[in-house]
Structure formats: structure tokens, C-alpha cells
């Protein structure tokens, strides 16, 4: 089966961010890399100021869905811009774990559409966290009352 996971790359706050998130998902890093840690051969690429810089990041938060980032070196020559063409969307069991979801993704973030019983049969909200990234949440009508 192919599965999608969310990759999300930071301008230096990837660590900081993903212990937030493990810290409202639960669960612990399947990996954690610095870029200090990439084998010699490839080195040249990144700058030491990147050392303690984030290469990759995996925290899995269900079964199925693996929460994956990066910070950028922007050795590649692109700065990260975060923007509000993409949200990550979690589909929740319940009511319960969708308002605690939302409540501690929210913490110094921005809330664009409080949960609430939408008009096409979900409990759903919009949020921004303060990292800038954008999340939906929802629950089923039918898997939530």
C-alpha cells in the first residue's frame, strides 16, 4: 500500500518544533540526525555553522503516518518560505482527541476556525502553530458523537 507522510522543513527551529509535536502526539523519534553527523564524503556540502542544524527528523504518530522534517542549510541555494498553500490534515477517532489535538497544537499559534460541527457533517478546525505550520483537524460525524 502507498502510504504519504508530511516532511516539513524549518529555517533553524526543526528540533525545537518536533519536540513540540512529540510532546502532543506522544510516541518517540524513530530518528534523529544532526547534519554533523553526515559521513565525511559528503561534508563539503553543508557549512560547520549547520553542525547542529537538523538533517532529518522522524516521529511517527499513528499507525499509519510518520511526521518527518529538516532544518534547511539552504546549501541547495532556496530559502525556506512557509506559506498557505499546504496544511497537514489529522483525521481524528473522536471529538475527545480531536478538541486535545487542536487545543496544544494551538499554544502560541493562531486559530483560523475554532472546532466546531461544520455543515458537512464533520467536527473540524483550522489552526496555524507557532512554527508557522498549518493544520486541519477532523473528525467524523459518525466516529465522534
Known amino acids: 500500500m502507498t502510504k504519504v507522510n508530511a516532511y516539513i522543513t524549518?529555517?533553524?527551529n526543526c528540533e525545537e518544533a518536533f519536540h513540540f509535536y512529540k510532546s502532543v502526539f506522544g510516541g518517540e523519534f524513530q530518528y534523529l540526525g544532526r547534519y554533523k553527523d553526515v559521513p565525511p564524503t559528503d561534508r563539503q556540502t553543508f557549512g560547520l555553522e549547520n553542525d547542529e542544524k537538523?538533517?532529518?527528523v522522524s516521529l511517527p504518530i499513528s499507525k499509519e503516518t510518520i511526521l518527518m522534517g529538516c532544518d534547511s542549510t539552504q546549501a541547495d541555494g532556496q530559502e525556506t518560505i512557509f506559506a498557505n498553500n499546504i496544511s497537514l490534515s489529522i483525521d481524528t477517532d473522536n471529538k475527545e482527541e480531536a478538541?486535545?489535538?487542536f487545543n496544544e497544537l494551538s499554544i502560541g499559534g493562531q486559530i483560523k476556525m475554532p472546532m466546531s460541527q461544520t455543515f458537512?457533517?464533520?467536527?473540524f478546525g483550522v489552526l496555524t502553530d507557532q512554527?508557522?505550520?498549518n493544520w486541519m483537524i477532523n473528525c467524523?460525524?459518525?466516529e465522534g458523537n
Open 120 to 123: 458537512w457533517g464533520a467536527y
Open 99 to 101: 478538541n486535545r489535538l
Open 140 to 142: 467524523d460525524s459518525n
Open 54 to 56: 537538523i538533517m532529518h
Open 131 to 133: 512554527f508557522g505550520i
Open 10 to 12: 524549518f529555517n533553524g
